[in-house]
């Protein structure tokens, strides 16, 4: 089963990723061939091309009738799903940046209890904001808002607030679960096989 989540995970943040720039590139593409066409229209006519210019002019409207002011809004949920998830795929790798001065000063004992500690903090924090999230995606369900261009519900967009924040409190308790059976923080380090370390926390 965790396997599968892992999977899951790992192919939801690529899929995300994927088409976030596929709209991208489409959007620039579109917004940089109304502009080139225009010239050339402008070119054409100027040359006395009336053929061409016709031509031109027919597949500058085809063009600019595609709407896409959707893409720009699309794109920044998109990157707000990936963000959530992908905080979640680092607690899981062990990529997060952390402050560790205090905790190599102590003692091994104390530097357990440190770090079990910071494990129920980060799980406790994202819980809290999990709890919040649902809640407020809950409320803002109520009042049937849409988002501006898509309008699609907008509840479906914050809703990446607490499901990113739940799927990372579990990743908080796998990578201590698996600190107190090995004794080992997941960690990665740059050059390693990034999957290595998501296997080696697996829980059984």
Request: proline share 2%; hydrophobic share 55%.
């Amino acid at each position: 089963m965790l396997r599968f989540l892992n999977k899951l995970e790992e192919n939801f943040i690529s899929l995300l990723m994927v088409a976030a720039v596929t709209i991208i590139f489409v959007a620039v593409c579109q917004r940089y061939s109304v502009s080139l066409i225009a010239d050339l229209m402008s070119w054409s006519r100027a040359q006395g091309y009336q053929e061409l210019t016709a031509q031109l002019r027919s597949l500058y409207r085809s063009i600019i009738s595609v709407n896409m002011l959707w893409a720009q809004e699309l794109c920044i949920y998109l990157f707000v799903w990936m963000a959530k998830f992908g905080a979640a795929y680092g607690v899981r790798l062990g990529i997060h940046v952390g402050v560790d001065v205090l905790v190599n000063a102590v003692s091994p004992a104390k530097k357990k209890v440190l770090i079990v500690i910071s494990f129920l903090a980060g799980a406790l924090f994202t819980a809290i904001v999990a709890w919040i999230g649902f809640s407020f995606v809950y409320d803002i369900s109520q009042t049937g808002q849409v988002s501006a261009d898509l309008e699609v519900p907008t509840w479906i967009v914050y809703l990446a607030v607490p499901v990113g924040s739940i799927l990372m409190c579990f990743r908080f308790l796998e990578a201590l679960v698996y600190y107190l059976k090995t004794g080992k923080q997941i960690h990665y380090t740059p050059g390693e096989d990034m999957l290595e370390p998501a296997e080696e926390g697996d829980i059984a």
